[in-house]
T-cell receptor, first 112, second 114 residues
Framework: SQQGEEDPQALSIQEGENATMNCSYK?????LQWYRQNSGRGLVHLIL?????REKHSGRLRVTLDTSKKSSSLLITASRAADTASYFC????????????FGKGTRLSVIA | GAVVSQHPSRVICKSGTSVKIECRSL??????MFWYRQFPKQSLMLMAT?????????EQGVEKDKFLINHASLTLSTLTVTSAHPEDSSFYIC??????????FGPGTRLTVT
């Protein structure tokens, strides 16, 4: 069953603005990952943050993790039209070899 | 990084026929593979966990007799949709597990049942 909840479900911003997406989960995790998916395409792995990490950066992406609140956020700075996609968080449990549990996703539209 | 392939990428079949989707880990051995299904504008939902050499574990609500999973080797798992119906039309994505916590996703297979 899904445990992640993304918020907002849909987000529309102007090019150049920052986009923030949030994710909440319910159980203990080993790590949390963010993925991007363009319409009708496969998943693109963006970033992985481990349970003992609080913040991670990769290019224009910044991810935070608050295990006490069981939540994470993904910030995309200086957004571009090409960032238009659906973004999903996925959690990996503390037990290895278990499937990732995906959130419902945020559909981001960046308007040029 | 590790590469996972899926074949075919797209398939259209007639209602009542069966379709086989292959998931291969190209450069590593995966003891565990996972099959997900994604309906339009929805998230990925786990269908089953496939372990090499043993029977797959299906999630609640997924019919094991309809979605046959075979994990015959450490690099190949197959999903066969038997007697497909239009409601089975979906995007099917596999992932392969490497060393426990790392998973690598295939590019997905778009199934359309007419």
């Amino acid at each position: 069953s899904q445990q992640g909840e993304e918020d907002p479900q849909a987000l529309s911003i102007q090019e150049g603005e920052n986009a923030t997406m949030n994710c909440s989960y319910k159980t203990s995790i080993n790590n949390l990952q963010w993925y991007r998916q363009n319409s009708g395409r496969g998943l693109v792995h963006l970033i992985l943050i481990r349970s003992n990490e609080r913040e991670k950066h990769s290019g224009r992406l910044r991810v935070t993790l608050d295990t006490s609140k069981k939540s994470s956020s993904l910030l995309i700075t200086a957004s571009r039209a090409a960032d238009t996609a659906s973004y999903f968080c996925a959690t990996a449990s503390i037990s290895g070899n278990t499937p990732l549990v995906f959130g419902k996703g945020t559909r981001l539209s960046v308007i040029a | 990084g590790a590469v996972v392939s899926q074949h075919p990428s797209r398939v259209i079949c007639k209602s009542g026929t069966s379709v086989k989707i292959e998931c291969r880990s190209l450069d590593f051995q995966a003891t565990t593979m996972f099959w997900y299904r994604q309906f339009p504008k929805q998230s990925l939902m786990l269908m089953a966990t496939s372990n090499e050499g043993s029977k797959a574990t299906y999630e609640q609500g997924v019919e094991k007799d309809k979605f046959l999973i075979n994990h015959a080797s450490l690099t190949l798992s197959t999903l066969t949709v038997t007697s497909a119906h239009p409601e089975d039309s979906s995007f099917y994505i596999c992932s392969a597990s490497l060393q426990g916590y790392e998973q690598y996703f295939g590019p997905g297979t778009r199934l359309t049942v007419t």
